[in-house]
């Protein structure tokens, strides 16, 4: 039986679970699956971690130990960010070695030159851990519902973000406090912007809809909207009306192409997502022969990150062990454009803070109806002060006529404040 020499890049706290699940699991894993997976080497910037782990004898900080070492046959990218990690995995792969990482960014941003790359060198480049933690999403995309033409992907793929949205809903706490909640109980980052700006998700959703589309989309190329503007009166609205908010991860195939986006949405409360609380994710494919799947779990953490990083690594050792490395799918087969934004259709909740006087709600009633945007119901709160909030539920509306409104009511000198747009779904959708 061949051994496989395994490498790791970063002795984080996903490095390290990754280090824990081989040797807890080396003997199980040369039984079942009949692989033998050996820790060759290490690098990190401290030897600290390498220190409690006990593999002192096989670590260096320079990360040529992994990318150049003979020994090892699978590099493990675990440092994160893109610029140092995208030259360390081009380094391993030039060298022939497969690799295996959990780095959505750098998917996002250099899959396709990483995975063109991998086949010139006749080596692998796996990523399940990239998108959902420890979910299972991109081997059943690229592999079990390869049969399907998939028609659409919606996600809660940032548990930092569906934290805070919880407890903005639960407990009627502002952004800020539910942020500082969330920071205090290491669920958000010191600088939280990856998370409740969307960015976090965009990239997770640009990789999910390369594969699902063979398109090759970029995480620039995700328009995206966070969290941060949402207040406590858009939480109870969403509540009275039968809606939780979340932040959706959307990629759809349209006649027009594909409409990816990134963005805060009232879900009805009978859909399959609306249920995902806390810091679950979950993704909901549709697929034309499959119909509606759901895929939910832990999206990020040590143990449920490690599980996946993991699972890469058996599937390219048992390849390796084999001698049948897979030859990596090319991502632009189909190269479908990006439809374009304004012009998608949705249903929308409108928040207005306006001055409470005589001709406002007529004034409003006519922009919305000069872009031929239909009202499905209005209620006022809030009226003192000489001012008020309405609240419009708007029909299937173009997204350009509705910003296009919006501005107009802005320039009108009757808004106190800046409105509030979010999406509605409803179950079904």
């Known amino acids: 039986m061949k051994t496989i020499g395994i490498g790791i890049l970063g002795l984080g706290t996903v490095g390290s679970g990754v280090v824990r699940v081989l040797q807890k699991h080396h003997d199980d894993f040369l039984r079942d699956q009949e692989i033998d997976l050996k820790l060759v080497a290490v690098s990190s910037r401290r030897d600290i971690q390498a220190r409690q782990l006990g593999l002192a004898d096989i670590y260096s900080p320079d990360p040529s130990h992994v990318t150049a070492n003979p020994e090892v046959d699978i590099a493990v990218e675990l440092i994160?960010?893109?610029?140092?990690?995208?030259?360390?995995?081009?380094?391993?792969?030039?060298?022939?070695?497969?690799?295996?990482t959990a780095n959505k960014a750098l998917i996002a941003t250099h899959g396709r030159e990483l995975m063109s790359l991998a086949a010139e060198h006749c080596v692998e480049l796996a990523f399940e851990a990239a998108?959902?933690?420890?979910?299972?999403?991109?081997?059943?995309?690229?592999?079990?519902?390869?049969?399907?033409?998939?028609?659409?992907?919606?996600?809660?793929?940032?548990?930092?973000?569906?934290?805070?949205?919880?407890?903005?809903?639960?407990?009627?706490?502002?952004?800020?406090?539910?942020?500082?909640?969330?920071?205090?109980?290491?669920?958000?980052?010191?600088?939280?912007?990856?998370?409740?700006?969307?960015?976090d998700a965009a990239a997770k959703i640009a990789i999910l809809a390369t594969i699902a589309y063979n398109t090759d989309i970029r995480l620039e190329q995700v328009p995206t909207q966070g969290i941060s503007s949402l207040t406590p009166t858009d939480m109870q609205a969403a509540a009275e009306a039968g809606y939780v908010v979340k932040l959706l991860a959307v990629a759809n195939r349209s006649a027009e192409g594909i409409d990816i986006r990134v963005h805060p949405a009232m879900v009805e409360q009978s859909h399959p997502l609306a249920s995902v609380t806390g810091v679950f994710n979950a993704i909901y494919?549709?697929?034309?022969?499959?119909?509606?799947?759901?895929?939910?779990?832990?999206?990020?953490?040590?143990?449920?990150?490690?599980?996946?990083?993991?699972?890469?690594?058996?599937?390219?050792?048992?390849?390796?062990?084999?001698?049948?490395?897979?030859?990596?799918?090319?991502?632009?087969?189909?190269?479908?454009?990006?439809?374009?934004?304004?012009?998608?259709?949705?249903r929308f909740y409108l928040r207005l803070p306006v001055l409470d006087k005589p001709g406002t709600l007529a004034t409003s009633a006519?922009?919305?109806?000069?872009?031929?945007?239909?009202?499905?119901?209005?209620?006022q709160h809030g009226a003192r002060d000489g001012q008020a909030e309405l609240i419009y539920f708007t029909h299937l509306a173009p997204t350009a006529a509705v910003e296009t409104a919006l501005t107009e009511l802005t320039a009108s000198g009757l808004l106190t404040n800046a409105p509030s747009c979010i999406r509605t779904m409803n179950a079904g959708e």
């Open 285 to 346: 494919v549709v697929g034309d022969a499959v119909g509606e799947t759901m895929f939910y779990g832990r999206g990020a953490g040590e143990e449920p990150t490690a599980s996946s990083v993991v699972g890469d690594l058996i599937e390219l050792a048992r390849h390796q062990t084999y001698q049948k490395v897979i030859a990596q799918p090319v991502w632009d087969t189909e190269d479908l454009p990006l439809a374009d934004g304004g012009k998608i259709a949705s």
């Open 366 to 379: 006519s922009v919305f109806a000069k872009h031929g945007i239909s009202v499905a119901s209005m209620v």
């Open 80 to 100: 994160g960010g893109t610029d140092a990690a995208y030259q360390h995995i081009q380094a391993a792969l030039r060298a022939n070695k497969s690799v295996v």
């Open 131 to 199: 998108v959902g933690g420890g979910i299972p999403i991109i081997g059943p995309l690229r592999h079990n519902l390869a049969s399907n033409r998939i028609l659409s992907i919606i996600g809660i793929v940032n548990g930092t973000t569906n934290y805070m949205l919880g407890r903005m809903s639960d407990a009627g706490l502002d952004y800020a406090t539910a942020l500082a909640e969330a920071q205090e109980l290491g669920y958000a980052e010191a600088d939280p912007a990856a998370d409740v700006e969307g960015l």
